[in-house]
């Protein structure tokens, strides 16, 4: 097409439109899909990547629900010492989410349900145990210190001694969630027992989420 010939003659059709009033101007679903289909896979150059990152800036899209999208898409993808570093201090001197919520005399959510009558008891005996679980025991190398010295200290014995059942594997229970150095303080619970006496001490909330994710 030879340039400067045409001579525009009218305004363009979309001039001062915007999507919001102009319904010409909004993608079908199938053409989103398309579009997104089309940029899978493309790398951004860093200009466009911070034109994007200034238009999202003070929006409040930071939902749990998209921060854990964000968190799997960078599974796998190492971080360098730097961020690492800079998380470190944009962490410093919060308040742990966990903080006060051990409190001893704290009647145990699953006190006298079983497997049988309870529901959430039921389904967690169906699940594995396994390191997925550390989510509330918080520091774990401040507790392991005083681990050591309850095992040393506290005769295993053979049972449960919540459910009385016999078990392979039995797990030191804190009873007050105070940790004390005191081995009235620990029973020998088996994983069962030891989850839902765990998961007892929690606030309501905090307890729903775990019996979801398991
Ligand atoms: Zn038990």
């Not at 009873?175 to 994983?191: F, M, N, P, Q």
């Amino acid at each position: 097409m030879p340039r400067g010939v045409y001579k525009r003659t009218k305004a363009v059709w979309n001039k001062g439109l915007n999507k919001e009033i102009e319904p010409r101007l909004r993608h079908s679903p199938e053409t989103r899909k398309q579009m997104s289909e089309s940029h899978k896979g493309k790398t951004l150059s860093t200009k466009y990547r911070r034109r994007i990152s200034k238009a999202l800036k003070g929006r409040s899209k930071e939902t749990h629900e998209y921060i854990a999208i964000l968190a799997d898409k960078r599974k796998g993808h190492p971080v360098s010492n730097e961020t690492r570093r800079k998380i470190s201090d944009s962490l410093k001197g919060r308040i742990l989410w966990n903080k006060g919520m051990f409190r001893a005399g704290l009647t145990p959510w699953n006190k006298g349900f079983t497997k049988e009558n309870h529901p959430s008891l039921a389904k967690m005996g169906e699940k594995e145990t396994g390191d997925r679980n550390v989510a509330w025991k918080g520091d774990e190398a401040s507790y392991s210190c005083i681990h050591k010295w309850v095992r040393k200290n506290k005769t295993k014995p053979k049972n449960c001694e919540q459910c009385g059942e016999k078990k392979k594997r039995l797990e030191l229970s804190n009873t007050s969630g105070e940790y004390k150095r005191d081995v009235d303080d620990y029973r020998y619970l088996c994983i069962k027992c030891h989850k839902a006496y765990d998961c007892g001490l929690l606030p309501f909330k905090r307890r729903q989420l775990i019996l979801k994710v398991w």
